[in-house]
């Protein structure tokens, strides 16, 4: 694997490396490598001549500072385990390469009523972030397929959005949410639970899986409203919300008409740990 600090020495290595109609699968990360990340590298590995993943803590994405500078990094630990996995080019910016001063950082799309709902009403402006960082590290990688857990269910709605609307040349592969045996989707930030918060954080999937259970069997909102106080029954947990939504445009349901398209997505806050997961309930 090699490893590229600058966007210039990143693209030569790929032009070098892309004679013919090679395909580039691409793995955007923030670090602190899971089994999550590990799969989505797997299915790329897989289906594509090359595979790139970039680590990149992107700051316009964070809504606190604490938050921020918390994010867990582990970078030597991080190429270790992309050497492993047999990734061709880990691509690791820092800041400055990313967002050099002066330059324009905007992204004119309007998402409408998807980044301002669930996630987008707790930490605004962070899908703007994300949306942002991606196109940019699209536009520097040129994927063929880019791939994203669906743990992020509204950030790879958005991402999907995005790229339809900006007509991008790339395929968006959505990959399935990798568990822990308890249950718990896996995700960088359980790193910072404490043992007490990681032994109740599994609750989470537990409300999600009775949810599922019992979907067609309780009306819609009443059932959103016993799943929250499940959750919220918890003491460890604050919950920012749960909701029954439909998958195009995650806004909440009534009724369970068209169960395909039905996923119950949440977020409870742990010590202060965000976590967040969602669960089709049909499928
Ligand atoms: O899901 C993530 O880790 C990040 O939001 C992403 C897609 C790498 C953009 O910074």
Redesign the pocket.
Known sequence: MKTLLHISDLQKELRASLDGNKSIGFV???GAIHSGHISLIKRSKQENDITVC?I???PI?FNSEVDLTGYPRMIEQDSKALIREEVDFLFAPDVVEMYPPGEETQLDIDFGRLDKVMEGKHRPGHFK??AI??NK?FDIVKPSRAY??SK?FQ?LTI?QHMTESLKLPVEIVPCKTIRESDGLAMS?RNLKLTIGERQVASEIYGVLMFTKANADSIPVRKLQVIAQKRLAENRAFQVDYFEIVDKRTLLPINTWNEPEQIIACTAVNIGGIRLIDNMELFS
């Open positions: 955007p990360t923030m970039s990149f803590v992107n994405q972030g994300v960082v991606v590290l994203f857990g992020d950030q991402i960088s």
